[in-house]
């Protein structure tokens, strides 16, 4: 997890709440689980789990009668699948709220998909009429999402999409840093480095963002630090989940190597370019590139280039990157 080129800085080790199930532990109705192997062998690596299981929590107990998502797709309750008159909505939502205050140290949570209490995104709700329509959200990761609207989610069937998986742990070390910023004390002066530091970063998602963070921060003087550093924050995050494209980090690698054009020898830019011109046909992945560059700016040092967090997002044996 060492960045030799960075200053020699180290990614700082992020905690991760995980739906417990995840992670290997039997907490299911059924008593089993549902262990996500890179979650568990890769990132695990990488990260300390904080394991949550919301059902077990309430008391529930293992094993238990299932419960899934009814009534108004919009506002579901949580109902025992053959006892519907047992409601555990209230149970899962004040969990929720309580768990929400213990994440404060915690730089993401990974959910169980398909969950009525931990799903994120297209769960099945079981209507009035009797049909499943796909696109409620879990109760619980419900509460938790608004509680903690910056805080990096995700859920674990979308961790198996390369591109999810890269955007995922992108933001969840991007948000480990913001608890480092905020950990050694807010400031304007380091408010201005962060987002220097993240400027290709954010530029590779949303240049729109980047440039509309850049045009809030210009107001720092005028503002409330702390109030305009949650703008920020959201501003960032919003904008790191867009999805990044080949097009995109093509311009910001054209814009690093513009930056670096005085220190580069005529036969190292053309091999810079030969290089990038074979990730925008797809023939190499982003890993190659940003190898070259770090490997420019280990023999000719630069420090703004050098200082980037593009250059290293996230610890490299994630290699994320050669999938990309
Ligand atoms: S999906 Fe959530 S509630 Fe269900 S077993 Fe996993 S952690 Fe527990």
Redesign the pocket.
């Known amino acids: 997890m060492y960045s030799p080129d960075s200053g020699g800085e180290v990614h700082s080790r992020p905690r991760l709440a995980v ?4 992670l290997g532990q039997a ?3 059924d008593g089993r689980h ?1 262990r996500h192997n890179w979650l568990v062998d890769t990132l695990g690596r990488c990260v300390d789990f904080e394991p ?5 929590s309430i008391g529930l107990g293992i094993p238990r009668e299932p419960v899934q998502l009814t009534g108004d797709p919009r506002h579901p309750c949580v109902r025992a699948v053959s006892h519907p008159d047992r409601d555990v909505t209230a149970d899962l939502q004040a969990e929720g709220h309580a768990v929400a205050t213990t994440l404060g140290g915690v730089a993401g949570y990974v ?2 998909s398909r ?1 009525p ?2 799903g994120l995104f297209h769960v099945g709700v079981l209507t009035e009429s009797g049909r499943i329509v796909h696109s409620g959200q879990g109760v ?1 990761a419900r509460v938790i999402q608004k509680a903690c609207p910056c805080l990096p989610l995700e859920e674990e069937s979308r961790l198996d999409d390369a591109a999810l998986r890269e955007n995922f742990v992108n933001r969840l070390y991007t948000y480990q840093r913001w608890l480092s910023l905020c950990a050694a004390g807010l400031s304007a002066q380091r408010l201005l480095d962060f987002h220097a530091r993240h400027k290709y970063l954010l530029m590779a998602h949303s240049p729109e963002d980047c440039r509309r963070l850049g045009r809030l921060l210009s107001r720092l003087r005028d503002a409330d630090l702390f109030v305009l550093a949650r703008e920020y924050l959201a501003g960032l995050m919003a904008g790191l989940m867009q999805e990044s494209a080949t097009t995109r980090h093509v311009n910001v690698l054209q814009h690093i190597v513009g930056h670096l054009k005085q220190g580069i020898a005529a036969s190292d830019k053309a091999e810079l370019l030969a290089v990038l011109e074979a990730y925008r046909h797809r023939e190499i992945p982003l890993a190659v590139p940003v190898m070259c560059l770090r490997r420019h700016v280990h023999c000719c040092p630069d420090e703004y280039i050098g200082r980037q967090w593009y250059l290293w997002p996230y610890p490299d044996e994630l290699e994320l990157r050669d999938h990309l």
């Open positions: 739906s417990s199930c995840l907490v299911r109705y549902k949550l299981c919301p059902e077990v959910f169980k969950s209490s931990c619980y």
